[in-house]
């Protein structure tokens, strides 16, 4: 029941996220916005494996921790040191 | 015993979906991308180690609450090493925080318009 309605507030909080991944208007934005999303799948893989009685899937989440931080990571960096992103002159905001 | 436990462990689940969801509300509506970090680490922090410490009261001392422990540990670790890189890399390709100068900016700021100070 509680685990259920975990599930629910999770996915909820998945709609929103994704709703400013699409609608972000910089590309820093979406990548809080994924990065959001993974620490919420990470979250929704161990409800389930509650909710389901199969705890097992906690190996899954906690590799899908581990690469999502790195992706992250990964994403900031390359958009923060390659010209993909930049404002490309004004004073417009870079989006990829 | 039982039913203390159980208490614990739902009310915690609870604070943490509110929390959860509290988050994402304000990745929505909060004006810039420095605003949305910050319900960004509402999320990481309040919302998911809540729902995960619940679930490790839940379980009780098995490997499970190991590894739930280590994957919050994790959490605690990279969520603010992440918000920071992505707070650099925003600085340094030219978004600024959005400053409002007068009450009147602050309610007229609407969400969408990346900030041009």
Redesign the interface.
Known sequence: MMFAFAAIATLVTMVLTVYRAIKGPTVYDRILAVNTFGTLTVVLISVHGFLAGRPEFLDLALVYALINFIGTIAVSKYVEYSHMGRPSGGDELGDI | MEILLDAV??AL??V???F??I???G??RLPD?FA??HG?GI??TM??CA??I??MV??GLTI?TI??L??VV??MF??P??TH??A???L????RPQVADSPADADAGEG???S?T
């Open positions: 462990s739902w689940i609870l943490g979906s509110v959860l969801v988050g994402g509300v990745m929505v991308v949305r970090m960004a999320i990481d919302g998911a729902v995960l619940g679930l839940q379980a499970v590894k739930l280590l994957i994790f959490i990279t969520s090493t992440t890189a992505l650099r890399a925003a340094g390709g030219g978004a969408d318009s990346p041009k």
